[in-house]
């Protein structure tokens, strides 16, 4: 007979590091920033964002019943990775803290998916305290945040009739994140969602109460052995609400919010928040403003830690200076926006920022004929960008802010930038038009430490293709491509001219990759592959030790498109411009942030 209990004995005989290595697979992997909430477990489909981290919190949580060893090993694995999606889970989550102050010493990332000042999660909040509160218990000791909790315990029990007649309580969610945060005193990555509609206050309690235990902490002996609030948090990642965001964006949208009333996050907001976290290096951001100027006509501004107000108008103390990496995604700034993030980032390494494209939400600048507005991106790659290690920044359309990139629409400061590794550059914000390839070797326009190079086709006439492109049948693809002759011709000369140039200016660069935003400039549907054109170039780079890899999306599209039948081609969708549109510029994101590899 089988020895159906083999498997058991041979797991309890594991030494527990071995067990510990074995599930810590199963811990999840944090949510993407910008995803909408899960719908339940059982709605779900193997592909979703979701799935895979509640299937993986199940498995722990059912290993915790398994034995009694699983349970100490699997128990604090659970608590590793948080995620609150609800206002159930955020209460119970902040019960569970309370009780056992303990646990928040073993999550290492939190998520709240909650916009705390929404008027339905204010409601919610009223309905579940009462419910919930008498099952509430302080731990027992002297830490600081333990009689903080009492305290507030206390405060609860006082206000629930208020709670059950509706009234009160606007505040308590973002204090109870607060509290949740100061509880996780070794976390390293939290994520916070917040409004990006002007009907929605920001989080000015969070902020102020945030900002005052950090004012209370930097009081206290260096001594203290209780852990230091907030002190464990490297990266900072802020979530414009898109639940919002994909309900202004239907067609058939209700909404009660005026459109010209959303603008996205708005980070500048947080400045007191940025200030509180002593060891923030990178913050991440999606669906913001684009505005990273200090506002002087804002209403209110959060304290600082030190009980100060910030000062709009003082630009020598920048709100971000101890920032290194920025990821801005899906963000509606402009050149010159970036401009002022460098301004406030002064020791900023990486800067990564992919459009949204609601360009409608922002005017043409009044640049008065000048061929470089002096709050430009060149300006401020110039005079701030000295640290930048990665720039990876591109927009579909600048028209109406051309003077806002440089001079004549161009990037011309990047030879100034000793410090830049790492460069993914569209050709148009390096040589502005496309006749103008010829006119400077593409050498001279680069870093001259760059060790990898991604180059993007992409010029701003594009754009004027994006509405025509999906309806195109073969013989207007065919007939672009002939059109592009001579730019191709073009293109290939100068990339040759800069792969037998670059070993003697560029001895450091190892990869170039040329990323292709239009296909039909390259590919000839059924006859010419995209690799047919760059296989002499790749060649030349080869023979300089340096690797060569061209791109597109279509590639794949066109491996399945090519089995199917001659005759049913042109009928067919073209998946690949429905992703193209949807998100531009289509190419992936970079990894999240890993603090301890930027470090």
């Known amino acids: 007979m089988a020895d159906f209990h083999g498997p058991a004995r041979v797991l309890a005989a594991m030494p527990p590091e071995i067990i510990s290595s074995i599930l810590e697979c199963l811990i999840p992997q944090p949510p993407e920033i910008g995803e909408t909430k899960p719908v339940s477990y059982n709605q779900m ?45 955020m209460l119970l989550f902040f019960r569970t803290l309370c009780n056992n102050p303990s646990y928040g010493t073993w999550t290492r990332y939190f998520s709240c998916h909650l916009t705390l000042t929404s008027n339905t999660v204010i409601r919610e909040f009223r309905d579940l305290i009462p419910r919930y509160l008498t099952t509430f218990s302080a731990a027992e000791g002297v830490e600081p945040m333990v009689m903080a909790t009492g305290r507030l315990l206390v405060l609860l029990h006082g206000s629930v009739r208020d709670l059950v007649a509706g009234r009160g309580g606007e505040r308590l969610p973002q204090i109870f994140l607060t509290f949740i945060l100061a509880y996780l005193s070794k976390v390293e990555t939290v994520l916070i969602q917040v409004p990006v509609s002007d009907d929605q206050e920001e989080y000015q309690v969070l902020c102020e109460q945030i900002a005052g235990i950090s004012h209370y902490d930097a009081m206290a002996p260096e001594s203290a052995s209780s852990p230091r609030p907030f002190h464990s948090i490297r990266t900072l990642a802020i979530q414009g609400d898109p ?33 509180s976290l002593p060891n923030l290096t990178t913050l991440e951001v999606s669906s913001d403003d684009g505005v990273w100027s200090m506002m002087p ?22 709100f971000l200076p101890n920032l290194r990496h920025v990821f801005l995604h899906d963000s ?46 060149n300006n401020g790659l110039i005079n701030h960008g000295k640290n930048l290690r990665t720039l990876d ?9 051309v003077s806002l990139v440089g001079p004549d629409g161009r990037l011309n400061a990047l030879p100034q930038l000793p410090s830049l590794r790492s460069l993914c550059i569209q050709l148009a914000m390096l040589y502005g038009t496309p006749q103008a390839v010829l006119e400077t070797p593409l050498v001279d326009l680069l870093p001259p430490n760059l060790t990898e190079l991604t180059l993007i ?19 207007d693809k065919v007939r672009y491509y002939q059109s592009q002759h001579h730019y191709r011709v073009q293109a290939l000369r100068t990339l040759t001219e800069f792969a ?7 001895p450091q660069l190892k990869k170039v990759v040329f990323l292709v935003q239009i296909p039909w400039t390259w590919i000839l549907e059924g006859a010419v592959p995209l690799e047919f054109h760059f296989e002499v170039l790749k060649g030349v780079f080869q023979e300089e030790g340096i690797a060569f890899f061209v791109e597109s999306d279509e590639q794949c ?21 429905t992703r193209f549109l949807s998100r531009f510029p289509c190419r992936n994101d970079p990894p999240r942030a890993d603090p301890a590899k930027l470090a």
Not at 297 to 318: A, I, Q, R, S, Y
Not at 393 to 401: A, K, L, R, T
Not at 562 to 573: M, N
Request: charged share 25%; proline share 7%; net charge negative.
């Open 332 to 377: 509606i700034a402009y050149p010159g926006d970036l401009h002022y993030l460098l301004l406030q980032a002064p020791k900023l390494e990486t800067l990564y920022m992919a459009p949204r494209g609601d360009y409608a939400l922002k005017a043409s600048v009044d640049d008065n004929g000048l061929a470089e507005h002096p709050d430009s991106l």
């Open 557 to 577: 599209a066109f491996s399945s498109a090519s089995q199917d039948h001659q005759s049913t081609q042109s009928d067919q969708p073209n998946t690949y411009f």
């Open 243 to 275: 639940e919002l965001l994909a309900e202004f964006e239907k067609e058939d949208c209700e909404c009660e919010h005026d459109h010209s009333d959303v603008w996205g996050a708005q980070p500048r907001k947080y400045a007191s928040l940025f200030a």
């Open 297 to 318: 006509d804002d209403e209110t501004w959060p304290l600082m830690p030190d009980g100060t107000n910030p000062d709009p108008f003082n630009f020598d103390k920048p």
């Open 393 to 401: 920044v591109s927009w579909e359309d600048i028209s109406g802010f």
């Open 457 to 475: 086709d992409w010029w701003w006439h594009h754009v004027e293709l994006i509405d025509t492109i999906p309806d195109w049948k073969v013989e």
């Open 45 to 89: 489909i193997a592909d979703e964002p979701w799935f895979n981290f509640t299937r993986c919190h199940r498995g722990l949580r059912s290993l915790c019943l398994v034995s009694r060893r699983l349970s100490q090993t699997a128990f604090p694995l659970l608590y590793r990775t948080v995620a609150v999606w609800d206002e159930k889970s």
């Open 500 to 506: 037998r140039e670059v070993v003697a200016r560029l």
